[in-house]
């Protein structure tokens, strides 16, 4: 059961383009969304986040875009750069009526900046 | 800038044998939790732990897991009796304050490997 999609394993961006993230989400009651980076051998590291209110966050070169109707966002990183290759997770938290909510994670997408 | 920290990096044990991974949040930080990560599979979410209970729980924390924040700095994950499949990736996380839309933060994650 799949509730965080992301459907690309990998992708390849030459530097200095803009590198474009995908993910999909199934749960309604999803309202918050993070993308994180992972290095191998390393926990993830939080990028940018989304709350289901807004549907554009900007930080830097990053961005992340919320399409509610869709049930879709996306990250956008540009201009891309060497160090950005990694695997990007998304995740997401639910409305649950508690207070301390576990993440669901995608699969995550393999990010490789060519120079 | 604070980090969340784990011990050890690597751990092997036997099947059948007990673990405890430790970690140290974020000192003003109030959430915590566990995720693990099987290698080439999603982070995935075993437990959240507030006010020194635990707030919520997936279907892998089943009772051969425990978790407990002996003092006031320390939050740890108990496995009883591991087994093959939990040969994992473990990784701690804490967020601050009470509105759940706050950022998690994870540490470098404890390898774990059952023989």
């Known amino acids: 059961d799949q509730q965080v999609k992301q459907n690309s394993p990998s992708l390849s961006v030459q530097e200095g383009r803009i590198s474009i993230l995908n993910c999909d989400y199934t749960n309604s009651m999803f309202d918050y969304f993070l993308w994180y980076k992972k290095y191998p051998a390393e926990g993830p590291t939080f990028l940018i986040s989304i709350s289901s209110i807004k549907d554009k966050n900007e930080d830097g070169r990053f961005t992340v875009f919320l399409n509610k109707s869709a049930k879709h966002l996306s990250l956008h990183i540009v201009p891309s750069q060497p160090g950005d290759s990694a695997v990007y997770f998304c995740?997401?938290?639910?409305?649950?009526?508690?207070?301390?909510?576990?993440?669901?994670f995608g699969k995550g997408t393999h990010l490789i900046i060519q120079p | 800038e604070p980090e969340v920290t784990q011990t050890p990096s690597h751990q092997v044990t036997q099947m059948g044998q007990e673990v405890i991974l430790r970690c140290v949040p974020i000192s003003n930080h109030l959430y915590f939790y566990w995720y693990r990560q099987i290698l080439g599979q999603k982070v995935e979410f075993l437990v959240s732990?507030?006010?020194?209970?635990?707030?919520?729980k997936s279907e892998i924390f089943d009772d051969q897991f425990s978790v407990e924040r002996p003092d006031g700095s320390n939050f740890t994950l108990k496995i009883r009796s591991t087994k093959l499949e939990d040969s994992a990736m473990y990784f701690c996380a804490s967020r601050n304050r009470g509105r759940r839309q706050e950022t998690q933060y994870f540490g470098p994650g404890t390898r774990l490997l059952v023989l």
């Open positions: 732990f507030y006010n020194n209970e635990i707030s919520e």
């Open positions: 995740a997401a938290s639910a409305i649950t009526g508690g207070g301390a909510d576990g993440l669901t």
